[in-house]
């Protein structure tokens, strides 16, 4: 049974920073690649980062040189982090992490929502 917890969301002025953490457990393909997205209110979902089983990663235009997505995968837990730097107001949105995605996600490219097969439970991003 695979899980994804996301936490550290918040509110946060623009220009502000926030780290996003997503634990992962249970079962999880190794091989597949992991990411963030977000949605905000009358949007449909988008990519903002994938990391792949390399550990090489992708970013939307929109965040690009201001977020960067790391992984830890030591002591067998495997948590994604993304640091948020420079947060603009567009930025809000609800932040979600993923899993069991397709195995090819470097060079710039982000797959679509649903070649993902695992979802966390989102976390709520304000930038004011």
């Known amino acids: 049974h695979v899980q994804l917890v996301e936490s550290g969301g918040g509110s946060v002025q623009a220009g502000g920073f926030l780290r996003l953490s997503c634990l992962a457990s249970?079962?999880?393909?190794?091989?597949?690649?992991m990411g963030w997205f977000r949605q905000a209110p009358g949007k449909e979902r988008e990519g903002v980062a994938t990391?792949?089983?390399?550990?090489?990663?992708?970013?939307s235009d929109s965040v690009k040189g201001r977020f960067t997505l790391s992984q830890d995968n030591a002591n067998a837990k495997n948590t994604l982090y993304l640091q948020m730097n420079s947060l603009k107001p567009e930025d809000t949105a609800v932040y979600y992490c993923?899993?069991?995605?397709?195995?090819?996600?470097?060079?710039?490219?982000?797959?679509?929502?649903?070649?993902?097969?695992?979802w966390g439970q989102g976390t709520q991003v304000t930038v004011s």
């Open positions: 249970g079962s999880l393909p190794s091989n597949y690649c």
């Open positions: 990391i792949d089983l390399n550990g090489s990663t992708s970013y």
């Open positions: 993923a899993a069991n995605g397709p195995t090819y996600c470097s060079g710039g490219y982000l797959p679509p929502s649903d070649e993902f097969g695992f």
